[in-house]
């Protein structure tokens, strides 16, 4: 039992609540009052009052509103306990029948531009586990052109609109969704997951040549401690290790140039 709902869109969540009779204040708390409204949450649990949040669609915090409200009360010292339920991720990857995958990479909204989004494709097409991206509609077409231009024989599952009416489920490799998504306008409707499917070990080079991608794109747009500093953080490798590659890197095409 809560004496307060928290809701990604009051609009949506009202209506669901009414229909299993549930009368509960509604706390709008999204994408641009997060932090702000994570104080008011706070008022109410030193009220000795519980609080549940439920975003628009998926899992809270998981690409969606949610992850600073969390992290504020439990700072405070209240309990956070999540409610299991649908999540799009999941759903994906069990739907999408791809038979040599052992773990899987969530990945989210790619980047929307620059170096960043570039860097972020090079990785993924060179990344040999399974990886799970989220998009919207308005931006789908775009990221099916990139992934085609990226990874064009590798296959991957595009979700839309999962566990509700219009649901669509289509497995292609990435060269052919383009045409896919272009020869039906009610396929640009709704929201997206889509799983690019795992590739053998073998396909793909190690480490430091994916590396070498990352720092050669950003190293062409940006001084080479940021550069440095953004591989680092989109890799998870160790700086020094990419700060001397980096160096090396620049080096060879000094070298190459004379």
């Known amino acids: 039992m809560v004496n307060a709902v928290g809701c990604e869109d009051t609009r949506h969540s009202a209506p669901l609540l009414q229909y299993f009779g549930l009368d509960k204040p509604l706390l709008a708390i999204h994408e641009h009052n997060e932090r702000e409204a994570a104080q008011g949450v706070l008022a109410r649990l030193e009220r000795g ?14 690409s969606d509103p949610g992850a600073a409200l969390v992290a504020t009360v439990r700072d405070a010292g209240y309990a956070v306990v999540p409610i299991p339920g649908a999540s799009s991720a999941v759903a994906a990857l069990s739907v999408a029948g791809d038979t040599r995958a052992a773990g899987f990479q969530f990945i989210g909204f790619l980047p929307s531009r620059g170096a960043e989004r570039t860097l972020a494709l090079k990785t993924l097409a060179t990344t040999v586990a399974a990886q799970v991206l989220f998009e919207a509609p308005h931006r789908i077409g775009a990221l099916v052109r990139d992934l085609a231009e990226a990874c064009d024989t590798r296959n ?7 566990t509700k009416q219009f649901e ?4 292609m490799q990435a060269a ?3 045409d896919w998504l272009a020869a039906d306008a009610h396929r640009l409707r709704g929201e997206f997951v889509i799983v690019v499917h795992a590739i053998d070990g073998v396909a793909v080079g190690d480490d430091s040549l994916r590396h070498d991608a990352a720092l050669r794109t950003l190293l062409a747009a940006l001084p080479l401690k940021q550069a440095v500093s953004l591989a680092a953080e989109l890799t998870g490798a160790p700086r020094n290790t990419l700060y001397a590659r980096a160096l090396a ?3 060879g095409d000094s070298d190459d140039a004379g």
């Open 176 to 178: 052919q969704a383009p």
């Open 156 to 162: 991957m599952t595009v979700c839309r609109e999962l």
């Open 168 to 171: 669509t489920v289509a497995t």
């Open 249 to 251: 890197l620049k080096a």
């Open 49 to 62: 009052e519980r609080v549940a949040y439920v975003s628009d669609a998926g899992t809270p915090a998981i």
